[in-house]
């Protein structure tokens, strides 16, 4: 019996979580930019992430533009995750961020960077060949399909993490990382290409 990260889909479950909390601060019309290059925030400070894109970024990726911007933020297991949903025309197509930062400098909680690390790090039990030949379990295919997949140039790492129905892109950058999902895409290398542009935007600007 193989032993897989536990992380696939429990990752997602956490910050989905918070795209919930959507009864947050909003914004009308479209996100003004952020300075790109900024040093990134200290931990006390909380990130505006609607500011991390802006409405012609994502029109040129959903080509649609972004109707309004609606910000949440959510405290988890001594993290801070700040979330922000940039609806667009067609609300099937709106694009979420979330980004997890320290809840609090030096606090004795679990800091985003050890979170990932747990989540794509731990310590994995290699498979033993098995000596006997049979199809794979329903369980097994649906596990290997949603298993992160590496995505290299973008970040310290990153991971996409999903399936063909539905997923979303993973970035760790320095002591923040950041998850980033398009919507109103049917397939999946389109969905892996078009966050990666928005998250080279977004991690320019963290």
């Not at 979580?17 to 909380?46: C, N, V």
């Not at 609300?91 to 690390?117: C, D, Y």
């Not at 794509?120 to 097994?140: C, D, L, P, R, Y």
Request: aromatic share 6%; proline share 5%; with cysteine.
């Amino acid at each position: 019996m193989s032993h897989r990260h536990p992380i696939r889909m429990l990752f997602c479950g956490f910050l989905l979580s918070a795209a919930t909390q959507a009864a947050g601060q909003a914004h009308g019309g479209s996100p003004p930019k952020a300075k790109a290059g900024s040093d990134s925030a200290p931990a006390k400070e909380k990130i505006d992430v609607c500011m991390l894109l802006s409405s012609a970024e994502i029109e040129a990726v959903q080509r649609e533009p972004v109707k309004e911007t609606r910000a949440s933020t959510q405290p988890s297991r001594g993290m801070l995750v700040s979330q922000c949903v940039f609806r667009t025309v067609t609300f099937a197509k709106s694009v979420h961020v979330a980004v997890a930062t320290p809840e609090r400098a030096g606090g004795s909680g679990l800091s985003p960077r050890k979170f990932w690390q747990r989540q794509f790090h731990s310590i994995e039990v290699k498979e033993e060949e098995s000596s006997v030949a049979g199809k794979e379990s329903e369980q097994e295919r649906e596990e290997e399909v949603n298993k992160a997949r590496p995505i290299f140039g973008l970040g310290e790492e990153a991971y996409w993490v999903g399936n063909p129905v539905a997923g979303a892109l993973y970035v760790l950058q320095g002591e923040v990382f950041l998850r980033i999902s398009v919507g109103g895409v049917a397939e999946e290398s389109a969905r892996v290409e078009k966050t990666k542009i928005l998250a080279h935007a977004v991690v320019k600007r963290l």
